[in-house]
């Protein structure tokens, strides 16, 4: 097996035989690709933590296709879970739940609680409905790529960093970044990741403050890790003005050589923008999520060994960008 068209229903149908057989596949999703396996199935959940090169107490997100399919993994579903999963299923929401006794247990790595999430990309939907036909109610599924790297948003990005794999093509990812992640297994809404869906968007909907630990990433969720989202390039966030006068010195550094110096910022410097690799990230953060993960790889591809960041704005709008940036710049 080698690329396979989502949008060829015959495709479909030979991807999720595959997956039925125990295999793992490339599949998109609307956030990232992700290295899917049948979720009930604990041999090909343990590929996926090799394949991935990641701890197996880290758990997987088990991806369903519906809300319905989400009463197979998890019990005792608190109230404000199921407004969310009404207001932002199918979408890039994962909520973590107290998890049903002997199900999926390989791939919530052994924890007491599951991580399901409903994708709203029309080929997962697809291939997920076609798995249930074939008795496969649940597709884990981390981000395709090696631990600690950047996440995969094309079938390509997949296809060079496992080149084994099967996968699934569905086009560029939409919104370009995980998940947001909600613990709802403490009584209030806990935000485990940033993500598009932002932490205001969770508060109106659950009609309940957050979890006051909000703001403190529980170690379990290895997209919590400080240093995670890792580039090959020295990451560095600065303000418009900072790349600006650094810009300046550096240039005229004796032996400084330019093309070994990216630029990804809103701001475009005032100068030498020919002689190193400037480029510009979009004003919107829903282009600039969309874009980010395919240009921290493009930098990387342009041989870049340090990268500028421009710092994103503080809004909300903006904290799951400004958070995965955070994580590549202690990676460095
Ligand atoms: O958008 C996404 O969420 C993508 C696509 C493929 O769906 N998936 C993704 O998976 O980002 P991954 O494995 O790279 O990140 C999943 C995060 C991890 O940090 C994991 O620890 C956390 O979800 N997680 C999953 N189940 C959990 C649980 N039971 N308790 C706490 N954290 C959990
Ligand atoms: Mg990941």
Redesign the pocket.
């Known amino acids: 097996m080698a690329l396979l068209d989502g949008h060829q229903a015959t495709d479909i149908q030979q991807a999720a035989q595959w997956l039925a057989q125990g295999h793992l596949l490339g599949m998109p999703?609307e956030?990232?690709?992700?290295l899917a396996a049948n979720a009930s199935d604990a041999d090909a959940v343990a590929k996926v933590f090799s394949t991935k090169g990641r701890p197996s107490d880290?758990?997987?997100?088990v991806?369903v296709a519906d809300a319905g399919d989400a009463e197979r993994f998890a019990t005792d579903i608190p109230s404000f879970a199921r407004a969310l999963m009404h207001a932002f299923w199918p979408g890039?929401l994962?909520l973590?739940l107290p998890r049903k006794e002997g199900v999926a247990s390989a791939a919530?790595g052994g924890?007491s609680?599951?991580?399901l999430?409903c994708?709203a990309h029309p080929v997962a939907h697809a291939l997920l409905l076609t798995c249930r036909t074939l008795g496969v109610l649940g597709l884990a599924?981390?981000?395709a790529n090696r631990f600690g790297r950047v996440?995969p948003t094309t079938a390509q990005h997949v296809c060079a960093e496992f080149p084994e794999l099967s996968v699934l093509q569905g086009g560029p990812c939409a919104v370009g970044i995980?998940?947001t992640?909600v613990?709802c297994t403490r009584g209030a809404p806990v935000i485990?990741?940033p993500g598009m869906i932002t932490r205001e968007q969770i508060e109106r909907t659950c009609a309940i403050p957050l979890h006051p630990q909000s703001s403190q990433p529980?170690p379990?969720?290895?997209?919590?890790l400080e240093a995670h989202y890792a580039p090959r390039a020295k990451v560095r966030l600065m303000h418009a003005q900072q790349i600006e006068d650094a810009l300046q010195v550096l240039l005229q550094t004796p032996g400084f050589e330019p093309r070994t110096l990216g630029v990804y910022a809103r701001t475009q410097p005032r100068q030498a923008s020919t002689q190193i690799h400037f480029m510009h990230m979009p004003a919107d953060p829903t282009l600039a999520a969309a874009e980010l993960f395919a240009k921290l790889r493009e930098f990387d591809g342009l041989g870049v060994s340090l990268l500028w960041v421009e710092q994103p704005p503080s809004d909300l709008a903006w904290e799951g960008i400004a958070d995965r940036l955070r994580r590549a710049q202690a990676s460095a």
């Not at 956030?31 to 992700?34: I, K, R, S, W």
């Not at 880290?58 to 997100?61: G, N, S, T």
């Not at 379990?220 to 919590?224: E, I, L, Q, R």
């Open positions: 999703t956030t990232v690709y992700g880290h758990p997987l997100i991806h890039p994962t973590i919530a924890h609680s599951v991580g999430r994708p599924a981390p981000s996440s995980e998940s992640i613990d485990l990741r529980a379990k969720a290895s997209g919590t």
